[in-house]
């Protein structure tokens, strides 16, 4: 137990005999002096609890000592109990509590009550120590708080940068990848070349797969995580789908099937890019858990109310199945249904944590039946709102988009593959293409000509897309800062999407973007010019 200091002044020395005797404890330590100038020196020099002071003395009375120490920052939390022989007045009570006693001890001094006192006021003493220790020990909690919410911060804004920096230089080569495997398929190749090529396909699907995951799982849990949504053609999309994943099931062995109800509105309100991300995950898990039968993507119309449809998709298959105890935990964190999963069969185990999590953002639910040994069944059910447009077709074939002729359009991308990609693409839809490496090369042409629209690249060297787009639309010439802008960006992070917005750029195509959209959108802001032709 921590001995607290007691200091006595009193002018006479056998007063503090007496106080010495009543007082004598383990847990305390007496300190006295019969000069009040000698007390204030002792209270600095030392650190003293509690202090008895004798009313009446000379060169400095009681009184004028305890107006002293409370009047000094370092000395006034010292307890004070007087010591007094005079009156016991009203009046002079009133002056000693007004100038900071706690108490007082009246001569000739009562040894019980003497007793009883002090020790109520070590105890009070040793209370204000401790609140005093616990303040100290959380202010240093708050400093170390603050200090933990610095780094975090700072280590928040370098994973958030890492994700942004990851995304634009895994996703642009992704991009240059697909697109060129697109622009094989209209070469000639053999037998053995397209199943190359289909595998390539497959390959960067599932690369692209992997990088999206990891993404949102970052996202999510930062909360920074948005549903963007659009017109789509839920119909065409539900097949490419499952073309994606069609060599996978060819290669076990197994069927891979759509299933869609006629009734089934072509075009809704959705996001298309997790609508596909929570079918990818959900049809790749059932092709990999499946070695024989059928897996089989349904799409069913389950309810209408005005323009708003209930549909559901349904991926069943013929797997080995889900154990009871297993089928809640299966949608955790890099959670598999059993120990040995990823040794026979791979993956992350984030696809169906991640399937839940934005079927749940997008404001459904994701349910599973499944009977071990005898495969399983996972369904996504939500409302979306159904676009009624007669010319709208079911299915959308990339070799029948429609030319775009007429059209003169800058391109500034430093990636060389996405270069070559682009240039052909657009080319193949009798687009007039020049194409550029970054930003300061836009400015330059902009000086001499004047385009239909800008395909301009989010991050370049020299310039980046950002500042090229806001220079752009600071010029003066309505001929330039009127230029249909598209930002091409591979960030799938809200906070750079909307950068290129506030920069000025009228649309965004995300990388690997979808040739169709791309077409779509570059039909959309040249409508215009288009119809002129």
């Not at 509590?97 to 009562?110: I, V, W």
């Not at 960067?204 to 799982?217: F, K, R, T, V, Y």
């Not at 999510?220 to 060599?247: C, M, P, T, W």
Request: hydrophobic share 45%; proline share 2%.
């Amino acid at each position: 137990m921590e001995v607290l200091k007691i200091l006595i002044v009193d002018d006479k020395p056998e007063n503090i005999v007496a106080l010495e005797a009543l007082l004598d404890r383990e847990d305390i330590e007496l300190v006295t002096t019969t000069s009040p100038n000698e007390a204030l020196r002792l209270c600095w020099e030392q650190d003293i609890s509690i202090a008895l002071v004798d009313v009446q003395m000379p060169q400095m009375d009681g009184f004028e000592l305890v107006e002293i120490l409370k009047g000094n920052p370092r000395t006034r939390e010292i307890l004070v109990i007087f010591v007094t022989a005079i009156s016991t007045e009203t009046k002079y009570a009133v002056k000693g509590y007004s100038t900071g006693a706690m108490d007082y001890l009246y001569k000739p001094l009562d040894p019980y009550v003497t007793s009883a006192k002090v020790d109520s006021f070590i105890q009070l003493a040793r209370s204000q120590r401790e609140v005093k220790r616990k303040n100290a020990e959380l202010l240093q909690y708050q400093k170390e708080l603050i200090i933990a919410k610095e780094q975090a911060e700072q280590g928040k804004r370098i994973k958030e940068n890492f994700l942004a920096s990851m995304s634009h230089e895994i996703r642009t080569p992704v991009n240059g990848i697909q697109g060129l495997i697109h622009l094989l398929q209209y070469t000639n190749l053999d037998e053995e070349q397209i199943k190359l090529m289909d595998l390539l396909k497959i390959s960067s699907g599932a690369l692209l797969g992997i990088i999206n995951d990891i993404l949102d799982i970052s996202k999510i849990e930062a909360g920074k995580f948005k549903i963007v949504r659009a017109e789509s053609n839920i119909i065409n999309q539900a097949h490419a789908i499952v073309d994606l994943l069609q060599y996978k099931a060819v290669e076990k062995g197994i069927e891979l099937q759509v299933n869609i109800e006629k009734e089934v509105p072509a075009m809704i309100i959705v996001d298309s890019l997790r609508i596909n991300q929570i079918l990818m995950n959900l049809i790749g898990n059932a092709v990999k858990f499946t070695d024989k039968g059928v897996v089989t993507l349904f799409v069913k119309l389950i309810a209408t109310k005005g323009n708003q449809a209930q549909i559901r998709f349904v991926v069943q298959d013929t797997g080995i199945g889900i154990k009871s105890d297993k089928l809640d935990s299966i949608f955790d964190n890099f959670e598999q249904a059993d120990d040995n999963t990823q040794q026979l069969y791979g993956g992350t185990g984030l696809g169906l944590s991640i399937a839940k999590r934005l079927a749940e953002l997008k404001g459904g639910e994701i349910t599973v039946f499944s009977e071990f040994g005898k495969g399983a069944s996972f369904a996504f059910t939500n409302w979306y709102q159904v676009v009624s447009d007669p010319e709208i077709k079911a299915s959308v074939d990339l070799s029948e988009l429609p030319f775009l002729e007429g059209l003169e359009v800058l391109v500034a991308e430093d990636n060389l593959v996405n270069q070559f990609m682009i240039k052909k693409v657009l080319e193949r839809w009798k687009i007039e293409v020049e194409m550029v490496e970054n930003g300061k090369l836009v400015l330059e042409r902009l000086k001499t000509k004047t385009y239909d629209l800008l395909l301009i690249d989010s991050n370049m060297p020299i310039m980046g897309g950002f500042e090229a787009i806001r220079k752009i639309r600071a010029d003066e010439s309505a001929s330039i800062n009127t230029i249909p802008i598209i930002s091409l960006s591979a960030a799938v992070l809200d906070e750079e999407q909307q950068r290129a917005i506030d920069a000025g750029a009228n649309d965004i195509i995300t990388k690997p973007f979808d040739l169709s959209v791309l077409h779509h959108k570059i039909k959309k802001w040249t409508s215009k010019v288009l119809k002129k032709d």
